[in-house]
C-alpha cells in the first residue's frame, strides 16, 4: 500500500492548512508567543519497517505523545521526538521560565503532552474528517523508550498487518525549529478509507491537478 505523488501532495496540504490554522493558534495561545508549523511531506509504510525506514532520522530514545483512538476504525496516534529534540522543544514551549533544562522532568512531561495533546486531536479530527468517520480518545500517554520497543509495543496483540502514516513536521518560533512526527497507525480497510477520501478531495487541496 502505497501513495501516489498526487495523494502525498494533496495530504501534505490538508495538513498544512489544519496545522497553520487551528493547531498553531492553539499552540501560539498556550505559549504566549507566535507558533508556526511546516509540513516536510508524508509518507506511508507498513509498521514493521519503520524502525529500518525512520533509523537515521530517529536515532536516539524517542519521546512520544500516545493516544488511542476508537470509532468505526481503531487505531493510535502518536507525537514522535528525538530525545534532544524534545527537550528543546520543552525550552521553547517554557520561555518564560528561567532554568534551561537539559533533561526532561516532571514538568517537561506535562508540558510535551499538552502540546501533543493539541497536535493529535487536530491530526485525527482531519483524518477522520477526510475518511467520513468520528473518533473518541483516550487519555494522553507519555513515554520514553527507543524505536524497536515502541514498534514492538504497537504491533503486540495485533492480528492484521499496520501501516504507519507519518507526517514530518517542524514546529518554529522564537527563531528556531524543531522537528517531530506526526503518526497515525491502522490497519488496511481504514487506510483504504483515507486513501479514498484523499483522491476524492484531491481537486479542493490541488486546484490546477
Given at each position: 500500500m502505497l501513495l501516489t505523488e498526487k495523494q502525498k501532495m494533496a495530504l501534505?496540504?490538508?495538513?498544512?492548512?489544519?496545522?497553520?490554522?487551528?493547531?498553531?493558534?492553539a499552540l501560539s495561545e498556550l505559549i504566549g508567543s507566535d507558533v508556526k508549523m511546516k509540513v516536510s511531506g508524508v509518507s506511508l509504510s507498513p509498521l514493521?519497517?519503520?524502525?529500518?525506514?525512520?533509523?537515521?532520522?530517529?536515532?536516539?530514545?524517542?519521546?512520544?505523545?500516545?493516544?488511542?483512538?476508537?470509532?468505526?476504525?481503531?487505531?493510535?496516534?502518536?507525537?514522535?521526538?528525538n530525545y534532544s529534540f524534545a527537550v528543546m522543544l520543552t525550552n521553547l514551549l517554557q520561555k518564560n521560565t528561567d532554568d534551561q533544562i537539559v533533561y526532561l522532568n516532571v514538568s517537561s512531561c506535562e508540558v510535551l503532552t499538552e502540546a501533543g495533546n493539541i497536535l493529535l486531536n487536530s491530526y485525527i479530527s482531519m483524518l477522520g474528517s477526510l475518511m467520513g468517520c468520528q473518533?473518541?480518545?483516550?487519555?494522553?500517554?507519555?513515554?520514553?523508550?527507543?524505536?524497536?520497543?515502541?514498534?514492538?509495543?504497537?504491533?503486540?496483540?495485533?492480528?492484521?498487518?499496520?501501516?504507519?502514516?507519518?507526517?514530518?513536521?517542524?514546529?518554529?518560533?522564537?527563531?528556531?525549529?524543531?522537528?517531530?512526527?506526526?503518526?497515525?497507525?491502522?490497519?488496511?480497510?481504514?487506510?483504504s478509507c483515507l486513501i479514498k477520501g484523499i483522491e476524492a478531495s484531491i481537486d479542493l487541496a490541488i486546484p490546477n491537478s
Open positions: 501534505s496540504e490538508f495538513m498544512r492548512m489544519v496545522l497553520s490554522m487551528k493547531t498553531a493558534t514493521s519497517k519503520l524502525t529500518l525506514e525512520f533509523s537515521q532520522h530517529l536515532n536516539e530514545d524517542i519521546v512520544s505523545v500516545h493516544q488511542v483512538f476508537k470509532g468505526s476504525i481503531n487505531g493510535d496516534a502518536l507525537l514522535l521526538l473518533f473518541t480518545f483516550s487519555m494522553p500517554i507519555f513515554q520514553i523508550e527507543p524505536l524497536p520497543d515502541l514498534v514492538n509495543s504497537l504491533m503486540l496483540g495485533k492480528n492484521e498487518i499496520r501501516y504507519v502514516l507519518m507526517v514530518d513536521t517542524t514546529f518554529e518560533f522564537c527563531h528556531n525549529s524543531v522537528r517531530g512526527y506526526l503518526v497515525f497507525v491502522s490497519g488496511v480497510i481504514p487506510l
